[in-house]
């Protein structure tokens, strides 16, 4: 069967500071990778999606980027966080239109 | 901007009432999906509906799509506490693979 790991599960991180979020999938091959923010009470925003290694689409700009060094590692990055950078953050992987979810990474940024 | 957009915002109901949910969306699309986030834990997804479909059911989960009007709603019967929930649609416009949620409906079941 197939599972998705996100790492780490919580982040408290001073703005200025990078940032490195990891997402794994398992038992599965040649997925199309998600990162979604979600700020507080509110809907998701998608930031990146990939559809294979090296090819990332990047929705939203802003002071994050992503990589796909591996077929099933999604790696969302920061070289300077922002306070606004705070938020939930969902890695996710799609099959036959259905998207399957991490638990996500909260990051606060202080 | 983001493509689904869904109301109510925020529902309260009694156990054992019938919640329904709308959402609304603007392109052409293949499929709408509606997806389930417990408070502080990832989406997991509830149940698909194809465009060429108007209707599909799923336990006590009954969705339906209006490609004309573009929207679709979600019907949870016998409401139970454990329903308590954000609930969001998500669809791809036809030949992305973009996935865009809507705002999502926060659902109180009072036991």
């Known amino acids: 069967s197939q599972t998705i790991h996100q790492w780490p599960a919580t982040l408290v991180q001073p703005v200025g500071s990078p940032l490195s979020l990891e997402c794994t999938v398992e038992?599965?091959?040649?997925?199309?990778l998600y990162w979604y923010r979600q700020a507080a009470g509110r809907g998701l925003q998608l930031l990146f999606y990939?559809?294979?290694?090296?090819?990332i689409s990047s929705e939203v700009p802003q002071n994050l980027s992503a990589s796909r060094p591996q077929d099933r590692q999604f790696i969302l990055s920061s070289k300077k966080l922002l306070l606004s950078d705070s938020g939930f953050y969902l890695c996710?992987?799609?099959?036959?239109?259905?998207?399957?979810f991490g638990e996500g990474s909260r990051l606060t940024v202080l | 901007s983001q493509q689904g957009e869904e109301d109510p915002q925020a529902l309260s109901i009694q156990e054992g009432e019938n919640a329904t949910m709308n959402c609304s969306y603007k392109?052409?699309?293949?499929?709408l999906q509606w997806y389930r986030q417990n408070s502080g834990r990832g989406l997991v997804h509830l149940i698909l509906?194809?465009?060429?479909?108007r209707e599909k059911h799923s336990g006590r989960l009954r969705v339906t799509l209006d490609t004309s009007k573009k929207s679709s709603s979600l019907l949870i019967t016998a409401s139970r506490a454990a329903d308590t929930a954000s609930y969001f649609c998500?669809?791809?416009?036809?030949?992305?693979?973009?996935?865009?949620f809507g705002t999502g409906t926060r659902l109180k079941v009072l036991a």
């Open positions: 996710a992987w799609a099959r036959s239109g259905e998207l399957f």
């Open positions: 038992g599965t091959s040649n997925p199309n």
């Open positions: 990939s559809v294979g290694i090296g090819q």
């Open positions: 392109t052409s699309i293949n499929n």
């Open positions: 509906i194809r465009s060429n479909e």
């Open positions: 998500a669809t791809a416009a036809s030949g992305t693979y973009k996935y865009i």
